[in-house]
């Protein structure tokens, strides 16, 4: 079965601190990983997106590294700012169909 | 300001009527979605539409229905057949028709909640 699991579920983190968000995958076949910002009561926002070949990918302060052998994802985020506060969401998608294997999201939150 | 637009931001509707949710983008973008998410849980996909004329059902399509009659709409009507139907509407769009390697670009959502 297609799975998507995300840990923690839930951080908390004082600004300027840095953290890693965790992203572990059953999808097969693999054709890529993206990760989405989720402000709450907003749509999500794509930060990054990477394939089979790639391991490292940056926007900014925000960081994803990509393990295919181990099917492991993760996402950095350096010096955190209280506008980071929202839910970050791992995708995966199989192969070439268009359905995307949603995780359930670690809500992050900075606080002063 | 390109982007994806949803209306209304919060919808109120009394059980057993039907409402039409608003999706409408100026992205050009091909490919067309509609998500509904749920606390507690991912999102899930109801209605996916590749090119104008023409949709797929998702998941968890009982109970909602379509049209693509032009590129740049595509409304959501969430019937009384739905039987749970409070939860937050997310609309996407994405530029080729629907591959793997799509990003999804998402409205700011409608919240829908039967009272």
Request: proline share 4%.
């Given at each position: 079965?297609?799975?998507?699991?995300?840990?923690?579920?839930?951080?908390?983190?004082?600004?300027?601190?840095?953290?890693?968000?965790?992203?572990?995958?059953?999808?097969?076949?693999?054709?890529?990983?993206?990760?989405?910002?989720?402000?709450?009561?907003?749509?999500?926002?794509?930060?990054?997106?990477?394939?089979?070949?790639?391991?490292?990918?940056?926007?900014?302060?925000?960081?994803?590294?990509?393990?295919?052998?181990?099917?492991?994802?993760?996402?950095?985020?350096?010096?955190?700012?209280?506008?980071?506060?929202?839910?970050?969401?791992?995708?995966?998608?199989?192969?070439?169909?268009?359905?995307?294997?949603?995780?359930?999201?670690?809500?992050?939150?900075?606080?002063? | 300001?390109?982007?994806?637009?949803?209306?209304?931001?919060?919808?109120?509707?009394?059980?057993?009527?039907?409402?039409?949710?608003?999706?409408?983008?100026?992205?050009?973008?091909?490919?067309?979605?509609?998500?509904?998410?749920?606390?507690?849980?991912?999102?899930?996909l109801i209605y996916?539409?590749?090119?104008?004329?023409?949709?797929q059902k998702g998941d968890i399509a009982e109970g909602y229905s379509v049209?693509?009659?032009?590129?740049?709409?595509?409304?959501?009507?969430?019937?009384?057949?739905?039987?749970?139907?409070?939860?937050?509407?997310?609309?996407?769009?994405?530029?080729?028709?629907?591959?793997?390697?799509?990003?999804?670009?998402?409205?700011?959502?409608?919240?829908?909640?039967?009272?």
């Open positions: 079965k297609n799975q998507v699991e995300q840990s923690p579920q839930s951080l908390i983190i004082l600004e300027g601190k840095n953290c890693t968000l965790q992203c572990n995958y059953t999808v097969s076949p693999f054709s890529n990983l993206r990760w989405y910002k989720q402000d709450t009561g907003r749509g999500p926002v794509s930060l990054t997106i990477m394939t089979f070949s790639e391991n490292t990918k940056s926007n900014g302060r925000y960081t994803a590294t990509l393990d295919a052998d181990t099917k492991q994802s993760s996402l950095h985020i350096t010096a955190s700012q209280l506008s980071d506060s929202a839910s970050y969401i791992c995708v995966v998608s199989a192969g070439n169909n268009r359905k995307l294997i949603w995780g359930l999201g670690t809500s992050l939150a900075v606080n002063p | 300001d390109g982007g994806i637009t949803q209306s209304p931001k919060y919808l109120f509707r009394k059980e057993g009527q039907n409402v039409t949710l608003s999706c409408e983008q100026n992205l050009n973008h091909d490919a067309m979605y509609w998500y509904r998410q749920d606390p507690g849980q991912g999102l899930r996916y539409s590749q090119i104008v004329n023409d949709f049209s693509r009659e032009k590129k740049e709409s595509f409304p959501l009507t969430v019937t009384s057949a739905q039987k749970n139907p409070t939860a937050f509407y997310l609309c996407a769009s994405s530029s080729s028709r629907g591959t793997s390697t799509d990003t999804q670009y998402f409205g700011p959502g409608t919240r829908l909640t039967v009272l």
